[in-house]
């Protein structure tokens, strides 16, 4: 069974810093890994989405890695702003088929002024 | 607009009784998911639909609970019988084409509380 963790749990880090959320699975055999934003209350925005051939995806400030073979992914978070307070979700996609995501259970950012 | 839209936002109700959700997903998309999340948790697969056959459902999906998408637009999720234990938030996502290495895109959720 894919077990997905997210460490750290939480981060608070001054505005402007530079950031790095981590992400492990155990079953290497995904067809691609999404990271997603969560504020509270609300729903899942997408933000990246790496299939297993690929490496790294950017977005603006947003650079994500995978390390497929190792089980690891990374979301780095560049000059970080408040706006960027939220959970960050990672989650792993098992098959072709369909989007039957395995979701961690997130870090909680916050960013102070 | 244009977003995947669920209706209520907020649901309480009595143990026992029978609650119904919707979601209508982003226009022309033909895939639809229900996922589950619980507090702290990330959420988890519960179904998903392609236009209006439901192609696979998780093991989370006790007898109690039917999902429909009638005409391949919008869905709804049905607790018969609710328990404590059902109380999270289901979230509904839509996605374009049926292909896994789509984005999907979510809504905001439908946030039931058993009393």
């Known amino acids: 069974k894919q077990e997905v963790t997210q460490i750290p749990a939480a981060l608070s880090v001054p505005e402007g810093e530079n950031l790095v959320l981590n992400c492990s699975f155990t079953d290497s055999a995904i067809y691609n890994l999404q990271w997603f934003r969560q504020d509270p209350g609300k729903g899942l925005t997408s933000l990246l989405l790496i299939q297993s051939s690929q490496r790294e995806q950017t977005s603006g400030r947003l650079n994500a890695s995978l390390d497929k073979s190792s089980g690891r992914s990374t979301l780095y978070i560049a000059a970080s702003q408040p706006g960027d307070s939220a959970t960050y979700l990672c989650?792993?996609?098992?098959?072709?088929?369909?989007?039957?995501?395995?979701f961690g259970t997130g870090t909680r950012l916050q960013v102070t002024l | 607009d244009t977003g995947v839209s669920q209706d209520p936002r907020h649901k309480i109700t009595k143990r026992g009784q029978n609650v119904t959700f919707r979601c209508d997903p982003i226009?022309?998309?033909?895939?639809l998911y229900w996922y589950r999340q619980t507090l702290g948790q990330g959420p988890e697969f519960l179904t998903y639909f392609q236009n209006e056959a439901q192609l696979e459902k998780s093991r989370l999906l006790s007898d109690r609970f039917s999902a429909e998408r009638p005409k391949g637009s919008f869905s709804t999720l049905e607790i018969q019988r609710t328990e404590q234990g059902d109380s999270a938030m289901y979230l509904c996502?839509?996605?374009?084409?049926?292909?896994?290495?789509?984005?999907?895109?979510f809504g905001s959720g439908t946030q039931l509380s058993v009393l």
């Open positions: 989650a792993v996609c098992p098959s072709g088929t369909a989007s039957k995501l395995t």
């Open positions: 996502a839509s996605s374009p084409g049926g292909q896994a290495n789509e984005k999907l895109f």
């Open positions: 226009s022309e998309h033909n895939r």
